[in-house]
């Protein structure tokens, strides 16, 4: 069996990012930790739901855990993550922008 390459575990990465449920968990966790109930309340997710995606984020290095009493509390385990996603928006945001340029000029004539 041959080693996976960068490339393949970037697309393991981009695909478990890839889910707009997890997007907003994480979205939700940049600015600090924060427990379950917590993330559903931001989130306005089913509690259920936000569990299962979590134990995604985290088997793949995304979040990580401990237990503080009864609660579980979440954190982003490489906040460059977060840097990620945010670059992600600007360009959504100027791809945006440059549709509208078009669709404003397509109107003028």
């Given at each position: 069996?041959?080693p ?71 954190r ?34």
């Amino acid at each position: 069996m041959s080693p996976r390459s960068i490339f393949d575990l970037q697309a393991e990465l981009c695909k478990t990012m890839g889910n707009a449920t997890r997007l907003r968990i994480v979205h939700s966790l940049r600015e600090h930790p924060k427990s379950v109930s917590e993330i559903v309340q931001d989130t306005k997710l089913a509690q259920a739901k936000v569990s299962q995606h979590l134990a995604i984020l985290r088997a793949y290095g995304i979040v990580a855990s401990k237990r503080e009493g009864r609660d579980v509390i979440y954190r982003i385990a490489n906040h460059k993550l977060v840097r990620v996603c945010d670059l992600m928006r600007e360009v959504l945001a100027e791809q945006a922008d440059e549709r509208a340029e078009v669709f404003e000029a397509l109107k003028e004539k």
